[in-house]
């Protein structure tokens, strides 16, 4: 399952060539990006190919500067400690993660080698920096959540599109560094919307089946499901069970909403697996980890699925359509 590969870049003509290449064509080295996921490669094409083209704006050239060894957990965080420890035995010059089950890994497996973190979750409560503005470690990069009240507002957007609910349960994972406090964000929302509140855990990729059949015995009426690796991974079977429960359902990123889910409130993370090569390429030319701030999302996009709402029976306010990034037909 392990799997080492580089890309080539061409820049245009060959005019712009940032001036870190020539040094590293000059010195003949070549940096070694250590690249690390929970869930399968296949389920993260998307991604993996923003952070390929976000390298090759920046110059880096198969063979010559720069190659990367992929790591993917397939799904199993039991493996990520495994996987971590193994690139740090390959010598790696910087580490780049998804989500907070990789970067804990991670964290447990170096203290010196470099780490970027293409999204992550409330970094500084799940202990992973000391700030956003001064992370003070190895580690540095983008927060896609940068507190767990993010968590709660898809609730409120919920329950805006469908006013019904009465009944809400939370899908989510309590492994992950930080995860209960976004239980505990929702549940604070759902008390205040006079909405009786549901927290179901899901450890692993087998137990979406029952899960969902535990949400239907207590008559929830809607769902909240947390962003996980887990979750992302499984992103088709986990909308079609809503839809078979016919349980209205809010997601932390568009792709469940692209995959059939009903809305969506989050920041592109596809854009963060981009911008995650703007922070590889500032350490590599000298940049202390501990001295970048972490970037937040300047934009949370909202995505609602009206072939989803239509199979639900739903019909969405106009002005929560109005107010979305993008509809889906």
């Known amino acids: 399952m392990t799997t080492?590969?580089?890309?080539?870049?061409?820049?245009?003509?060959?005019?712009?060539?940032?001036?870190?290449?020539?040094?590293?064509?000059?010195?003949?080295?070549?940096?070694?990006?250590?690249?690390?996921?929970?869930?399968?490669?296949?389920?993260?094409?998307?991604?993996?190919?923003?952070?390929?083209?976000?390298?090759?704006?920046?110059?880096?050239?198969?063979?010559?500067?720069?190659?990367?060894?992929?790591?993917?957990?397939?799904?199993?965080?039991?493996?990520?400690?495994?996987?971590?420890?193994?690139?740090?035995?390959?010598?790696?010059?910087?580490?780049?993660?998804?989500?907070?089950?990789?970067i804990a890994a991670v964290k447990q497996s170096t203290a010196t080698i470099p780490v970027v973190m293409a999204v992550s979750r409330d970094p500084v409560g799940a202990g992973f920096i000391a700030s956003l503005a001064r992370p003070g470690g190895n580690i540095t990069?983008?927060?896609?959540?940068?507190?767990?009240?993010?968590?709660?507002?898809?609730?409120?957007?919920?329950?805006?599109?469908?006013?019904?609910?009465?009944?809400?349960?939370l899908l989510w994972n309590p492994v992950p560094p930080g995860a209960r406090a976004y239980k505990d964000a929702v549940e604070i929302v759902a008390r205040k919307l006079g909405a009786n509140f549901q927290s179901v855990e899901v450890g692993g990729r087998n137990e979406f089946e029952a899960a969902f059949a535990a949400i239907r015995s207590e008559r929830a009426d809607g769902v909240v499901v947390a962003t996980d690796p887990i979750f992302v991974g499984d992103r088709n079977e986990v909308v079609v069970l809503a839809l078979k429960n016919r349980l209205p359902a809010v997601y932390g990123l568009?792709?469940?909403?692209?995959?059939?889910?009903?809305?969506?409130?989050?920041?592109?993370?596809?854009?963060?697996?981009?911008?995650?090569?703007?922070?590889?390429?500032?350490?590599?030319?000298?940049?202390?980890?501990?001295?970048?701030?972490?970037?937040?999302?300047a934009k949370f996009e909202l995505v609602i699925n009206l072939k989803t709402a239509k199979a639900h029976g739903l019909t969405i306010p106009q002005s929560l359509l109005l107010r979305a990034d993008e509809v889906i037909q």
Do not use: C, W
Not at 37 to 52: G, M, N, P, Y
Not at 150 to 168: D, F, H, N, Q, Y
């Open 141 to 169: 990069g983008l927060a896609n959540d940068p507190t767990p009240e993010i968590l709660g507002k898809t609730l409120e957007l919920l329950k805006e599109a469908v006013p019904g609910i009465s009944r809400v349960a």
């Open 4 to 102: 080492r590969r580089a890309f080539l870049v061409t820049l245009a003509g060959g005019l712009l060539i940032a001036p870190f290449v020539a040094k590293a064509q000059q010195t003949g080295k070549v940096y070694r990006i250590g690249f690390i996921i929970t869930t399968a490669s296949q389920e993260a094409v998307h991604l993996a190919k923003a952070l390929d083209d976000g390298l090759r704006e920046l110059g880096y050239v198969e063979g010559r500067n720069v190659v990367i060894e992929r790591r993917s957990a397939g799904g199993v965080q039991e493996r990520l400690p495994a996987l971590a420890a193994e690139l740090v035995r390959q010598k790696v010059d910087i580490i780049v993660t998804g989500s907070n089950p990789v």
């Open 254 to 297: 568009r792709e469940f909403a692209e995959a059939g889910g009903l809305m969506s409130y989050g920041p592109n993370i596809a854009y963060q697996f981009r911008r995650a090569a703007f922070y590889v390429d500032k350490i590599f030319k000298g940049a202390n980890p501990a001295d970048l701030p972490v970037e937040q999302p």
